[in-house]
T-cell receptor
């Protein structure tokens, strides 16, 4: 089965520091990948998506991700984080015709 | 824009009780989904409906039933609640499932089974 693995369950960083949240996927012919963010007590919001084309994808709130086919990775990055970025982040992929498969989530904690 | 609306937001049940979680979307989306979220496990698909009149099982369907009432509404029913069903439940929708478009999520229903 196609899968998504988020390598870190928790990532603590200091405010204004850069951050990378790691995501690896199982290889297949076609890959469509997403990053979602979940703020406390809320649903999931789409940060960015990779469907095809440029491997560097820019999303909302200053986040970007790079699709790397050789390393089967889709890591999420931000050059300078803010307290408001504290949230849980989920990497996901399309599976088959209808389904979205999620990674386990990474909780990002920003320390002042 | 309301987007995806879930009711109720919180619920506490006793083991063996039944209840229905409601979901409605106002984006004219064709496909709708029910997920559960548990710590360290991400979101897991319970059931989905590719279009009005169709439903299919996801990864963890046991103990649940669904109804696609019309294009807007997709409900999830627990016939006899068990403590293992304590979770946060999310409904989502997308224009056309399989079109690689992102799903839009509701704010969730936090369900505790005692």
């Amino acid at each position: 089965a196609q899968s998504v693995t988020q390598l870190d369950s928790q990532v603590p960083v200091f405010e204004e520091a850069p951050v990378e949240l790691r995501c690896n996927y199982s290889s297949s012919v076609s890959v469509y990948l997403f990053w979602y963010v979940q703020y406390p007590n809320q649903g999931l919001q789409l940060l960015l998506k990779y469907l095809s084309g440029s491997t560097l994808v820019k999303g909302i709130n200053g986040f970007e991700a790079e699709f790397n086919k050789s390393q089967t990775s889709f890591h999420l990055r931000k050059p300078s984080v803010h307290i408001s970025d504290t949230a849980e982040y989920f990497c996901a992929r399309i599976q088959g015709a209808q389904k979205l498969v999620f990674g386990q989530g990474t909780r990002l904690t920003i320390n002042p | 824009n309301a987007g995806v609306t879930q009711t109720p937001k919180f619920q506490v049940l006793k083991t063996g009780q039944s209840m229905t979680l409601q979901c409605a979307q106002d984006m004219n989306h064709n496909s709708m989904y029910w997920y559960r979220q548990d710590p360290g496990m991400g979101l897991r698909l319970i059931y989905y409906s590719a279009s009005e009149g169709t439903t299919d099982k996801g990864e963890v369907p046991n103990g649940y039933n669904v109804s696609r009432l019309n294009k807007r509404e997709f409900s999830l029913r627990l016939e006899s609640a068990a403590p293992s069903q304590t979770s946060v439940y999310f409904c989502a929708s997308t224009q056309i499932g399989g079109s690689n478009q992102p799903q839009h999520f509701g704010d969730g229903t936090r369900l505790s089974i005692l």
